[in-house]
């Protein structure tokens, strides 16, 4: 060590090699870390693929429209981690995001959205962590679906990992508005005025109204035992949801 102190462009060297070495350990944390969360994502995706396909099966019906996912990327862990305020490391990401690991579920109608929740949340090696029901209380800004924050058993060679991902479960109207929000929230952040706002909020209801009613023409049209009431009268549907 003192050699080093006595030569100061060998220490630099040193600390540069010490530098990449952890660099490259946190990089290679990393890439192992993130492959847990395709494997959380491959997952869950076929367990859904299966809930449709017994559903099918037996009530000759898919509850699933299609399903999307996503890895978040490095930049956006990275800004979330700040935004948060915690150290930029690979055990802050897996103990504080939920969402690295994203799964969107279209449903076809309003029902299946339950439905299919219901049948996920109840299997043996699924955990529920967080369950947000933004179809019985709409954001404010008129915005639906049903979020899951869920973990998963990963088999390793010599360990199991539970990992967390986010599923977010919806119909197709709430999959309609909410990409268009997106899609304008993107655009223009800044010029959402309040007529804007009530505008969009005034198309998020009338989609609700939507669902509602398809379920219903549905319960009609088939006739079928296990296809149950829509979970709200349509007479009975809150006009605005800034009411509350
Ligand atoms: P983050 O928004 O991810 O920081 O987490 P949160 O704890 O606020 O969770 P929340 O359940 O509110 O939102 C998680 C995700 O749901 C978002 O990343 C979006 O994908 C979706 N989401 C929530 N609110 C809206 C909304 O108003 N419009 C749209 N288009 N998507 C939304
Ligand atoms: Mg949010």
Known sequence: MDRYLQEPQTMTKVLM??????FIEGLQEFR???????????KVRTKLEILDDEFQVKHAHNPIHHIESRLKSPPSIW?????????LSVSSIRTQLSDVAGIRVICNYLNDVFHLAAML????????????????TPKLNGYRSLHLI?????????????????VQIRTIAMGFWASLEHHMRYKAPHSSSALLKE???????????IDYDMQDILREISGLQDVQEPRQPIDNIRYSFNSK
């Open 17 to 22: 090699l010490v530098e990449d070495e952890q």
């Open 32 to 42: 192992i870390m993130m492959q847990l969360y395709d494997a959380a994502i491959k």
């Open 79 to 87: 800004e979330k981690l700040k935004r948060k305020g915690v150290p």
């Open 121 to 136: 949340e109840n299997q043996d090696d699924v955990r529920l962590l967080e369950k947000k029901d933004y179809i019985e």
């Open 150 to 166: 869920l973990q998963v058993p990963i088999f390793w060679a010599s360990s199991t990992e539970y990992v967390t991902v986010e």
């Open 199 to 209: 505008r969009l909020n005034r198309n998020a209801m009338l989609l609700s109204v």
